[in-house]
């Protein structure tokens, strides 16, 4: 049976199914990349932004295609899938409009004399493994900025998204990519390795699991490959004070909720100051206990399904396993039927570090609330983790959140904001939750030989 399929989350009905590459296939796919690689990264800068542009423009002419596509593989509802494409074609804008001066020559200054220039150029094929929660943004992030590089692409998407995988294949296909230039491979996973390791591919990209950023970088480093790695996060939503307790819960709440709590970068977990925690627990209990699971094919819908059964019995399981350890359920904790992908939102309060959902990552729609005495403890338990993805600090006293970000663990922190995402920001983080950069000027500069040329006076 094959690996890839498209599995409705909503219905649970198997609706497609797409055979694995065959180990000649794969071969094929790396030659062709390779072959294309000689000739794409000789090319102009113009060409290539050329290239961007147009890929730009399919996104948004085939906006309600890959829309009702995402929606169908993992249950996004299709309000925000739109939203997704949206952002994936403004990053390929980005890149298109801002890759030429990323690219341009540095001039050194020589102090024996004579005269230096760095220059950025691509180092080959790259293979991207995508997840599936964000079936075109991620891709989007990987492909746009080192395609502009002049590297091609080796792309892996997620075993659940093999339509939205076929969909940008064909976009830059038909955008007038050269052959080779971009090319999807529905792999198996012990394909995988053997692509990491042959020398024609000279690095990988991976947004997934901590597990599998293990193993990828363990091939990787065999291979001395150069690997960027977006992984999990818990991220802190850092609540001090507020003017307006209803609108610094809508801000939690949707920090907490958007694709269902599906996303690496999702407020996680809630670390309010003890004077105003009860009047924020109570506030923010009700408001996800309002929010309804529903069709995500409805316009209207706020939260669909999981991604999957599976997911949804897991996430399942860890709140029981919190409750069962002490933790207070104050709304939701189940699924809304046995064989169901539908989760209902979650509060789980009094939650301590002895219990092991205090360093796990929740996947879904499920927020842990904390008190702190103070400042000093706030930073304390949102540096508690294993994860530094993203944390946000919620305060009218920005010199104090600026103070803060400094204390903060992590690659990105927002003030007053609940997280976020745009092409010109660089995102990833540290400690569990990765390695390297993406997007913004810096997502250019993962993949790249900075090759110094030295003239002699």
Request: proline share 4%; aromatic share 8%.
């Amino acid at each position: 049976m094959s690996v890839y399929a498209v599995t409705n989350p909503a219905t649970g009905e198997t609706l497609a199914t797409y055979p694995t590459a065959t180990d000649t296939e794969v071969r094929d796919g790396i030659a062709r990349a390779d072959a294309a690689f000689t000739k794409w990264s000789r090319t102009a800068v113009e060409q290539r932004s050329a290239l961007l542009n147009r890929v730009a423009d399919l996104y948004e002419e085939r906006r309600n295609e890959l829309a009702a596509i995402i929606t169908r593989e993992m249950g996004k509802p299709i309000f925000q899938a739109g939203i997704e494409v949206d952002i994936a074609a403004s990053i390929y804008r980005y890149y298109a409009e801002h890759g030429p001066a990323f690219l341009a020559d540095e001039r050194l200054d020589v102090a024996a004399g004579g005269t230096a220039v760095v220059r950025k150029q691509g180092l080959g094929v790259l293979l991207g493994i995508m997840p599936w929660n964000y079936p075109c943004y991620q891709v989007a992030r990987f492909a746009a900025p080192n395609l502009m590089n002049g590297n091609t692409i080796l792309l892996k998407h997620a075993p659940q998204c093999p339509e939205s995988a076929l969909a940008m294949e064909a976009i830059f296909a038909d955008a007038g990519a050269p052959d080779g230039a971009y090319v999807n491979l529905f792999a198996t996973n012990e394909q995988i390795s053997d692509v990491i390791a042959d020398p024609r591919v000279h690095g990988v990209s991976l947004t997934g699991s901590e597990r599998a950023g293990s193993a990828v970088a363990e091939t990787a480093g065999r291979h001395l490959k150069k690997v960027v790695l977006e992984l999990g996060g818990s991220d802190p939503f850092i609540l001090l004070d507020t003017e307006d307790m209803d609108e610094a819960v809508g801000r939690a709440v949707f920090g907490r909720m958007v694709n269902g709590g599906q996303a690496c970068n999702a407020s996680k977990r809630f670390i309010v100051l003890a004077d105003i925690y009860d009047e924020f627990v109570e506030k923010f209990t009700a408001a996800m206990a309002g929010i309804v699971p529903a069709d995500p094919t409805d316009g209207t819908t706020f939260l669909g399904p999981l991604s999957s059964q599976a997911a949804a019995d897991g996430l399942e399981r860890q709140v029981q396993s919190a409750a069962a350890a002490g933790a207070v359920v104050r709304t939701g904790g189940t699924k809304t039927a046995r064989d169901s992908a539908y989760f209902l939102p979650t509060v789980l309060t009094d939650v301590t570090p002895e219990m092991e959902v205090f360093r796990q990552e929740l996947f879904g729609p499920v927020a842990m609330v904390f008190k702190a005495r103070d400042t000093e403890e706030a930073v304390a338990l949102a540096n508690g983790t294993p994860f530094g993805l993203g944390a946000s600090i919620h305060t009218a006293n920005q010199e104090l959140a600026l103070q803060l970000a400094e204390e903060i663990d992590a690659g990105m922190v927002f003030i007053n904001e609940a997280g976020g995402t745009s092409a010109e920001l660089p995102f990833g983080g540290i400690k569990r939750s990765g390695i390297g950069r993406e997007l913004g000027k810096y997502g250019m500069d993962e993949f790249v030989n900075r090759k110094l040329i030295r003239i002699k006076k």
